[in-house]
């Protein structure tokens, strides 16, 4: 899987939009680029993925750049509860080899401020 | 609806216990796993179950680790004769096995948190 590169950590005023940056330069044309969470003492939580249109759920919106290179996940109301590690990984479509075997990286660190 | 389920929660048992996890995937996903989490750590990847095809094992550490899965349903993880190093989060996951397997979400619980006295 192609390797991403995350800030350390970001602030966010309650109620603005949050916006986290990952770039994922070699990012191979048949792999996606998923979205996870982890809030403190909960599992992982799944936010959102995509190929290399936008995508948008009830949860947060995905814009990925036409190169594919790089990927913005936008919360866009952040609330405290948001406060959390995101995690941008890369996997490789398909059921072949092992890519369902998760990895995260360090992950940017969200704190969402009142 | 209802999400992945893992009990217990926690679990504190003395150092050569036998220790046994739960976890009721999402209704409907055929695909289950397990993953370990030290304190600070990241995720590490145990076993994989797909349907009725054979599971993934590369991941237990030890032979003092086992998994089974109840056809698509409910999996146990058992420990046995646990040692301080297995104190962790261990986290299952479920996914959909509909369509190509590597773009379908893997959902998961909140953990067992273990600890070894």
């Known amino acids: 899987d192609a390797k991403t590169t995350q800030p350390t950590s970001m602030d966010c005023a309650e109620g603005r939009a949050a916006n986290l940056p990952c770039n994922h330069s070699?990012?191979?044309?048949?792999?996606?680029v998923y979205w996870y969470r982890q809030i403190h003492s909960q599992g992982p939580q799944y936010i959102i993925h995509g190929l290399k249109n936008n995508e948008t759920n009830e949860m947060a919106s995905l814009i990925i750049t036409e190169d594919r290179k790089s990927s913005t996940l936008i919360l866009p109301h952040a609330t405290l509860r948001d406060t959390a590690v995101y995690y941008c990984i890369v996997r490789v479509a398909g059921s072949g080899g092992s890519n369902y075997k998760l990895t995260f990286g360090k992950g940017t660190l969200l704190t969402v401020n009142p | 609806g209802a999400g992945v389920s893992q009990s217990p929660s926690n679990k504190v048992t003395e150092k050569g216990k036998d220790v046994e996890l739960r976890c009721d995937p999402i209704?409907?996903?055929?695909?289950l796993y397990w993953y370990r989490q030290r304190l600070g750590q990241g995720l590490e990847f145990l076993i994989y179950?797909?349907?009725?095809?054979?599971?993934?094992k590369s991941g237990l550490p030890s032979d003092r680790f086992s998994a089974e899965r109840t056809g698509e349903s409910v999996s146990t993880l058992t420990i046995q004769r646990t040692q301080q190093e297995d104190s962790a989060v261990y986290l299952c996951a479920s996914s959909s096995s509909y369509g190509t397997g590597g773009n379908q979400p893997q959902h998961f619980g909140d953990g067992t948190r273990l600890s070894i006295l």
């Open positions: 209704s409907g996903h055929t695909a």
């Open positions: 070699t990012i191979s044309g048949n792999e996606y």
């Open positions: 179950f797909q349907g009725n095809s054979a599971p993934d």
